[in-house]
């Protein structure tokens, strides 16, 4: 075939070939053959002309460009041409031959069904980073080329090595691929392995990482067994992505359960998180929610720094919103913050999320939140079940461009023999020195009617009697003996009006007080004070249950 017929004519080409026409250059404004006479009279020394454009073979320059080069024509793209640089890449081709024989390499990169776009169309199309066989890269431009003879059905392959910039791209993708799993692995790790599980109630969480496009968050949560039946619930969310952020979740979630310890209200547990938030760093802030469960009262009292809100639905079905109140973010400093409570009777259901599987882009954050109310009104089964029902209902997928944490508690309804091994008793310690013998004889028939064994029966009479008196001879009234049982252990709590924790000490031989509290440190399994809210405070111990491990 002679490749000068088909001259590379791309439209550009084509319009500067067509001004040519339409504008040809005067007779005397030519020198010898097309060269301008103003290049031909040059001054003695002068360097030789360099040719018009038009002048230099096409051929020649196709073979020199460094570029890989292919001509192919008609329906089944018979191979005209092929430069150097494609002869060296990926060896001599048959001319005339279908692409599809003579050029297998553009059939294993899927580049036919372009060459019929490109036909079809009549228009560029370009692929970006292609692997070719030997395992260059290339990016290839199919362009339409301009024949009078086969009416432009010609196609102009030309593809430019991008080997480095692939591996330079690549070698880029895995150093984000191995700084994510090492912040995924690091957030995994800092989240609880195996969540605690109260007697009163029954939790399951989640927590799945953005997709690989996006740098692992700072989601958190926790539970925490606080002694006396209490158990203190918390979820988070670190602003920012990557390590440090994953970090900074693990000194907040460290400091909760230090915190927790403490046994403090939860508005004043974010009091001391805020304050530690700015000295880990203050320009990291991060939302919270701490919540406390007490199975005597039924609620849920709970505190919250910039978070959202708590979901919670009742045994008919009906779900209710935490109100406020609510303060800004841990780590903003200067805020006072204040607990708030929602109901969480027998049958409840609650739920605790980070804005991960509420906040969608372009629409609205309440409508998020009223999807998930939706979905948590329909939600039945076990706290796991709830768990994945709610994160599927999101849309949350393996690819979702957050971080999604959920937490869901449920308050069992118990019933039948199962309720049997759930009881409260309660007593009011009213007059002097004579309730503590009314105590006794209340504790004594109380844990008879409960059938615990002799030993666990004198043990939980003797702790319920030196609490009593521990809290008539320190504490003001009111005051109130409080027996619970659960299936797993036996708590005996005393409450009075005074805010004064007890410790324990070393009585001296002589002294005539100052053992309670070691004798109920000695023989209970577990034992603790704190400040109830309004004033006054709560000691309490637990024993447990024979069998129980």
């Known amino acids: 075939m002679n490749f000068t017929r088909w001259s590379a004519r791309l439209p550009g080409t084509q319009r500067r070939a067509a001004a040519r026409t339409e504008h040809p250059v005067p007779p005397d404004r030519l020198g010898d053959g097309s060269v301008p006479a103003a290049r031909a009279e040059r001054p003695t020394g002068e360097a030789p002309a360099v040719p018009a454009l038009d002048e230099l073979p096409v051929r020649e320059v196709l073979d020199r460009v460094p570029a890989l080069v292919a001509l192919v024509h008609g329906p089944d793209h018979r191979l005209a041409y092929v430069n150097d640089a494609y002869v060296a890449a990926f060896g001599a081709r048959p001319i005339g031959a279908p692409a599809r024989d003579a050029l297998p390499e553009l059939d294993e990169l899927g580049l036919l069904p372009l060459l019929d776009q490109v036909l079809r169309s009549g228009k560029l199309r370009t692929i ?34 991008v080997t480095d910039h692939a591996e330079a791209a690549e070698r880029l993708r895995a150093s984000e691929r191995r700084q994510r799993e090492t912040a995924v692995t690091l957030q995994r ?7 605690e599980q109260p007697d009163d109630l029954r939790i399951a969480a989640t927590y799945q990482p953005g997709g690989t496009e996006a740098a692992v968050g700072g989601d958190w949560y926790d539970v925490i067994t606080l002694g006396g039946g209490r158990t203190a619930l918390v979820i988070g969310d670190v602003m920012g992505r990557g390590v440090r952020a994953a970090a900074v979740m693990g000194q907040l979630r460290t400091a909760v359960r230090a915190y927790a310890r403490l046994d403090l209200p939860p508005h004043e547990v974010l009091q001391l998180l805020d304050g530690l938030a700015t000295e880990i760093d203050a320009n990291q802030i991060a939302t919270c929610v701490y919540a406390v469960h007490d199975p005597n009262e039924g609620r849920l009292v709970y505190a919250s720094a910039g978070h959202l809100p708590i979901l919670v639905r009742d045994e008919n079905g009906a779900v209710q919103r935490a109100d406020e109140p609510t303060g800004p973010p841990l780590g903003t400093g200067g805020w006072i913050h204040s607990s708030g409570s929602i109901a969480l009777g027998p049958g409840s259901t609650a739920v605790l999320y980070t804005d991960g599987l509420v906040e969608r882009r372009n629409e609205d954050l309440d409508e998020g939140i009223a999807a998930l109310e939706a979905a948590l009104a329909g939600a039945t089964g076990t706290p796991q079940v709830i768990c994945d029902r709610l994160v599927r209902s999101a849309g949350v997928t393996a690819d979702h461009d957050d971080d999604v944490a959920v937490l869901v508690l449920q308050h069992p309804a118990r019933t039948g023999p199962d309720g049997d091994l759930f009881r409260n008793a309660a007593l009011e310690l009213l007059g002097g020195v004579e309730a503590a013998p009314r105590a006794r004889a209340f504790a004594s028939g109380v844990l008879t009617s409960w059938r615990f064994p002799p030993d666990l029966h004198d043990l939980g009479v003797l702790a319920a009697s030196e609490l009593v008196a521990n809290s008539l001879q320190h504490g003001t009234p009111p005051m109130r003996l409080r027996l619970r049982r659960t299936d797993r252990r036996l708590i005996i709590e005393v409450t009075d009006g005074d805010d004064h924790l007890p410790r324990r000490r070393r009585a001296e031989p002589g002294d005539e007080s100052g053992r309670g509290i070691a004798i109920v440190a000695t023989i209970a399994s577990a034992w603790g004070s704190r400040r109830t809210p309004g004033g006054g405070k709560a000691v309490w111990c637990e024993f447990v249950l024979p069998g129980v491990k």
């Open 128 to 161: 970006k980073s292609r692997k070719a066989p030997g395992g260059r890269s290339y990016s290839f431009t199919c362009t339409p080329v301009t024949d009078g003879a086969c009416g432009g059905r010609a196609v102009l392959v030309f593809a430019t090595d």
């Open 189 to 195: 790790s800092l989240l609880p392995q195996e969540l």
